[in-house]
T-cell receptor, first 115, second 115 residues
Framework: DAKTTQPPSMDCAEGRAANLPCNHS???????VYWYRQIHSQGPQYIIHGLKNNETNEMASLIITEDRKSSTLILPHATLRDTAVYYCIVRVDSEGGGSNYKLTFGKGTLLTVNP | DTGVSQDPRHKITKRGQNVTFRCDPISEHNRLYWYRQTLGQGPEFLTYFQNEAQLEKSRLLSDRFSAERPKGSFSTLEIQRTEQGDSAMYLCASSLTGRVNSPLHFGNGTRLTVT
């Protein structure tokens, strides 16, 4: 799986949008971008994923650049409960090899939402 | 709660003792993963099952570690002759085949402390 680069930490004011960047310059054409977050003392939680189109769900929006070498996770109205480590992961999705489904985590970005 | 369940949440053991952790995946999920996470690091892949078959093992999984999923439902991870370096959070995740882009769903982990 391609490596990703994320800033180690970011701050955001409560109620404002949090924009978390991720660089994945070596991403392959069949690799998806996944975002997970991990709140202290809990397991990672799936947020969103995409291939090349922008995606939105009830938790967040994912913006992927046209060349797919970077992406941004947007939390539109951050709350204190969004304080967590956010992981950007790229992986192949295939029904063929099961090992392709494993996720390779980096160190992520610690997002701190301040009151 | 129909999420991934792990037991126990915390385990303190003395060096040299054996420990066993249990993971109950989401009921219809046939893929099950074990990860290990140390302080300040992202989760690291240990091993993966599809139904009862263990299909991949990381080099991190030394011969003191063994994982089973006997009936393709719950799984156990055993560590024999524990060492202080085994102290970590052990995470279990599950996912579903036959569904493209099925994300991994994680439990809240078992925190092991070896004294």
């Amino acid at each position: 799986d391609a490596k990703t680069t994320q800033p180690p930490s970011m701050d955001c004011a409560e109620g404002r949008a949090a924009n978390l960047p991720c660089n994945h310059s070596t991403i392959s054409g069949n690799e998806y971008v996944y975002w997970y977050r991990q709140i202290h003392s809990q397991g990672p939680q799936y947020i969103i994923h995409g291939l090349k189109n922008n995606e939105t769900n009830e938790m967040a929006s994912l913006i992927i650049t046209e060349d797919r070498k970077s992406s941004t996770l947007i939390l539109p109205h951050a709350t204190l409960r969004d304080t967590a480590v956010y992981y950007c992961i790229v992986r192949v999705d295939s029904e063929g090899g099961g090992s392709n489904y494993k996720l390779t985590f980096g160190k992520g970005t610690l997002l701190t939402v301040n009151p | 709660d129909t999420g991934v369940s792990q037991d126990p949440r915390h385990k303190i053991t003395k060096r040299g003792q054996n420990v066993t952790f249990r993971c109950d995946p989401i009921s219809e999920h046939n893929r099950l993963y074990w990860y290990r996470q140390t302080l300040g690091q992202g989760p690291e892949f240990l091993t993966y099952f599809q139904n009862e078959a263990q299909l991949e093992k990381s080099r991190l999984l030394s011969d003191r570690f063994s994982a089973e999923r006997p009936k393709g439902s719950f799984s156990t991870l055993e560590i024999q002759r524990t060492e202080q370096g085994d102290s970590a959070m052990y995470l279990c995740a599950s996912s579903l085949t036959g569904r493209v882009n099925s994300p991994l769903h994680f439990g809240n982990g078992t925190r092991l402390t070896v004294t």
